[in-house]
């Protein structure tokens, strides 16, 4: 299984950024797709979700009408579209391979991390 986070860049508050991220060595339609931010210092922060076949999408409370989440299970890609960023936007940001068991969702494997800065 391997993870591939691309896109990361430097962007003045107010821009935008698009992350992406390719997927190999796994059946990618069959997991759900996420990303996750960690600011240095602080814990993960879960930013959004997409369901298997990109029907659904679920977002954080902090990013829902900034960012867009999609997928292309053709090429096993997942981006994330970040507008209107901010400060408190700057992080790591990792994209992460979902699946359901019972209640609870697991993150099992992870892409190695892009920095995403947001400043003047």
């Known amino acids: 299984v391997q993870l591939v986070e691309s896109g990361e860049g430097l962007v003045q508050p107010g821009g935008s950024l698009r992350l992406s991220c390719a997927a190999s060595?796994?059946?990618?339609?069959?997991?759900?797709m996420t990303w996750v931010r960690q600011v240095p210092g602080k814990g993960l922060e879960w930013m959004s979700t997409v369901y298997r076949d990109g029907s659904k999408t679920y977002y954080a409370d902090s990013v829902k009408g900034r960012f867009t989440i999609s997928r292309d299970n053709a090429k096993s890609t997942v981006s994330l579209q970040m507008n209107s960023l901010n400060a408190e936007d700057t992080a790591v940001y990792y994209c992460a391979r979902g699946f359901l068991s019972g209640n609870y969702y697991y993150l099992d494997s992870w892409g190695q991390g892009t920095q995403v800065t947001v400043s003047s």
């Open positions: 060595g796994f059946t990618f339609s069959s997991y759900y």
